[in-house]
């Protein structure tokens, strides 16, 4: 296998870990969405967490090993629309994703108040309207990029 070759594997696997996160993140959405268990929120939190830091990896891995494929394949070059295209929703599904764990991010705060206050939460109070909408929004530019990706119109 050729150095691009394995790049080309790295940007997979960096993308697989993206989708993977994402699919995370709405579990943890749908399962919290009428929670009232304290400490379940927070043990959430921390699963939520963990898909922080894979998303991570995935976003800076696609974009790191994305960039330098198109550089390093002949018939691909970094200004060809469709690759453009993927920059962009890359830009918006990383800005709006990071958007939504930091309004996740409040929740799980306001779940380790209520425990260190010793109240119970109520029904629905660990939603966050504007988080789920900026994790739709990210999942449909993730949705668009990989479309993009795969049968790269234009090309």
């Known amino acids: 296998m050729s ?3 394995w790049i080309l594997v ?3 696997l960096s993308a697989f870990a993206l989708v993977a996160s994402m699919v995370l993140f709405w579990t943890l959405v749908v399962a ?3 929670l009232t268990d304290v400490d379940a929120r ?3 939190g921390r699963v ?3 898909g922080g830091r894979i998303i991570g990896v995935g976003f800076f891995g696609t974009i790191i090993f994305g960039i330098w494929l198109a550089f390093a394949k002949d018939g691909y070059a970094i200004w060809d629309a469709w690759i453009i295209a993927a920059i962009i929703l890359w830009a918006i599904g990383g800005a709006t ?7 996740y991010q409040k929740v799980l705060e306001h779940a380790q108040e209520l425990k260190a206050a010793g109240r119970p939460a109520q029904p629905g109070e660990f939603r966050s309207s504007s988080g789920e909408l900026m994790l739709a929004i990210s999942s449909l530019a993730i949705l668009l990029l ?3 990706m795969i049968w790269k119109p234009g090309a």
Not at 97 to 103: D, I, L, N, S, T
């Open 48 to 50: 939520g967490d963990l």
């Open 42 to 44: 927070i043990t959430y």
């Open 3 to 5: 150095l691009t070759d």
């Open 10 to 12: 790295l940007h997979v």
């Open 32 to 34: 919290t969405r009428k």
């Open 97 to 103: 994703g990071g958007r939504a764990g930091a309004e």
């Open 146 to 148: 990989l479309i993009d």
